[in-house]
């Protein structure tokens, strides 16, 4: 619902970033994934490349994932988030790169380190050297279920969930600091900190 003018300024943004980072990708060739707060990680891959040339994808879409990952300079990867914080990945060394939608579900989900983990299996991706950055996300500000929160704990306890809580006026509900959280976990699976 923004004016024309921001919509045309922010595509003009859009373009400009493209042209300096990646001036041979084609902006009609971005591959999206369909969001379903989940652990669910793609490669698109030549054989994904052949199947949109046929026509066998809709709208190069990947259905029922949350991470994508690709090592095709050619296709930019598109992860939509609104309050959960996307995560990129870049491993520099195999020219590899990844993208996630990384929730609260995302991160019990483990998101962000099962793509981590498909980077290092079909590239060779070594965590301690990929760059990561994590996009803005209402984080701190993230209100949830106390019982939500506990019911994840006993399931994975090496999150520390207690680190990132902080109470409300309202017993039930708490604020979590989504962004720590995330990046903690990638710390947890080789990230060096400076690279985040």
Do not use: W
């Not at 996307?86 to 195999?94: A, S, W």
């Not at 017993?171 to 699976?189: E, K």
């Amino acid at each position: 619902d923004k004016p024309m003018s921001e919509r045309v300024r922010a595509g003009r943004m859009l373009a400009a970033l493209r042209t300096a980072t990646s001036p041979e990708a084609d902006l009609h060739h971005i591959v999206k994934s369909q969001l379903t707060h989940s652990g669910t990680v793609k490669k698109v891959d030549e054989e994904f490349v052949q199947d949109l040339i046929k026509g066998n994808l809709d709208k190069k879409q990947i259905a029922a994932t949350d991470g994508l990952i690709t090592n095709l300079k050619n296709y930019p990867l598109y992860v939509s988030a609104a309050d959960c914080p996307p995560v990129g990945i870049y491993d520099p060394e195999h020219q590899a790169i990844g993208a996630f939608h990384n929730g609260i579900k995302g991160l019990f989900n483990r998101i962000s380190e099962n793509g981590l983990a498909a980077m290092t299996r079909e590239y060779g991706t070594n965590p301690k050297n990929v760059k990561v950055v994590i996009a803005p996300g209402i984080s701190q500000a993230y209100r949830v279920g106390k019982d939500v929160l506990l019911q994840h704990k006993e399931r994975f306890p090496e999150f520390e969930l207690e680190k990132y809580i902080q109470e409300t006026e309202n017993p039930l509900i708490v604020t979590f600091d989504l962004s720590s959280a995330i990046r903690d976990s990638l710390i947890r699976q080789g990230v060096s900190e400076e690279n985040i």
